[in-house]
């Protein structure tokens, strides 16, 4: 009698977050969020810290692995996505969180538009823009041949909505975020695949300033929001509830972006 066949293990659904290396980050808060939720999940930073990340989650029960990876790459892009699917997952979810905020080491130069360097107007745009481009590139075939995928981009409030001054590039990353993102979801709608922009306004994480602080407490809502906040918001774009809902902003700023008045107390 011939040895009974091993069935093929199933795929497990899985969801790259990247820029998760922060523990009180908007990435970070994100994968925990669908890590909980049942998605096995792979975060992506750009140090090693994000071993840790993936440590922790694991810790509370969720299936979690850490890549390290510049995401400016197209290699090392290209690498990563295959090292999720080589070990058994299938990319389900995408949400691209990398870029950098407009402060803290390493950030997006802040100047006026005419003293910004043309190097320091790639970098901002090569971090925050080209990196989720890089990684809807290597992630969408496969979601197009399975016909199911949710992408998530997670722009701001600073550009789509609005913006201030010093910001110029930052601004046009993520104005082109939702552009990129728009133009996306009618390529791949009819395979099942929806892509929608997330974007945060004043969100009270380590990183953010006394006087970002103060800005979130001016909100109508009083304060500013956190980042399990955002995350929940992407949890919703990133169930199978959400399939008819594809090329769209959902903004998160506690109503800011909607204040027409703002001489009124």
Known sequence: MAPARRPTPRPVATAIVTGAGSRDGIGFAIARRLGLGGLAVELV????????????????????????????????????????????????????????????????????????????WDDTMQRNLSTAFLVCRAVVPAMRRRRYGRIINIASTTGPVSAFERASAYAAAKAGMVGMTRALSLEVARFGITVNAVAPGWIDTASATPAERRAGAASPVGRSGTADEVAAAVEFLASRSASYITGTL?????????????ARG
């Open 45 to 120: 930073a750009t140090s090693d810290r994000i071993h840790d990340r993936a440590t922790e989650l694991r810790a509370v029960g969720c299936r979690a692995v850490g890549h390290s990876a510049d995401l400016r790459d197209e290699t090392a892009v290209a690498e990563m996505v295959a090292t999720v699917v080589s070990g058994g997952g299938r990319v389900d979810v995408l949400v691209n969180n990398a870029g950098m905020a407009s402060q803290g080491a390493g950030a997006d130069a802040a100047r006026l538009l005419d003293r910004l360097t043309l190097a320091e």
């Open 250 to 262: 959902m903004v998160v700023d506690g109503g800011n972006a909607v204040i027409e008045d703002k």
